[in-house]
């Protein structure tokens, strides 16, 4: 059975630093993309890796303070989120597909969710 445990969402201050974790089981030689969903709106393309780690997509206004990083031994994927505003505020969900080649941008591709964890931050 496939299983996807988000963790290490919270409140912080606009300016702070937050990692996010993704812990899979159940699943092997998959990408992962994170996604979140603020109220009101659609959920969005965050990051996605590779299942080898070696190849990551960002949605262009978050790269350079997002990285999208994993550990195949731990089965966890990772979601750095650094100098993060208000607007950064969502449930941020991980998903999982298997594939290989470039990662997915497309939420219609990822077969496997976790249960989202929030991210507030207060200006």
């Known amino acids: 059975q496939v299983q996807l445990v988000e963790s290490g969402g919270g409140l912080v201050q606009a300016g702070d630093s937050l990692r996010l974790s993704c812990a899979a089981s159940g699943l092997m030689y998959y990408q992962v993309g994170w996604f979140r969903e603020a109220p009101g709106q659609e959920r969005e393309f965050v990051a996605a890796?590779?299942?080898?780690?070696?190849?990551?997509a960002y949605e262009d206004s978050l790269q350079g303070r997002f990285t999208i990083s994993r550990e195949n031994a731990k089965n966890t994927t990772y979601l750095q989120m650094n100098n993060v505003i208000p607007e950064d505020s969502a449930v941020y969900y991980c998903?999982?597909?298997?594939?290989?080649?470039?990662?997915?941008?497309?939420?219609?591709?990822?077969?496997?969710w976790g249960q989202g964890t929030q991210v507030t931050v207060d200006s």
């Open positions: 998903a999982a597909r298997v594939a290989s080649g470039v990662p997915a941008r497309t939420r219609g591709l990822y077969a496997h």
């Open positions: 890796i590779s299942r080898g780690g070696g190849n990551t």
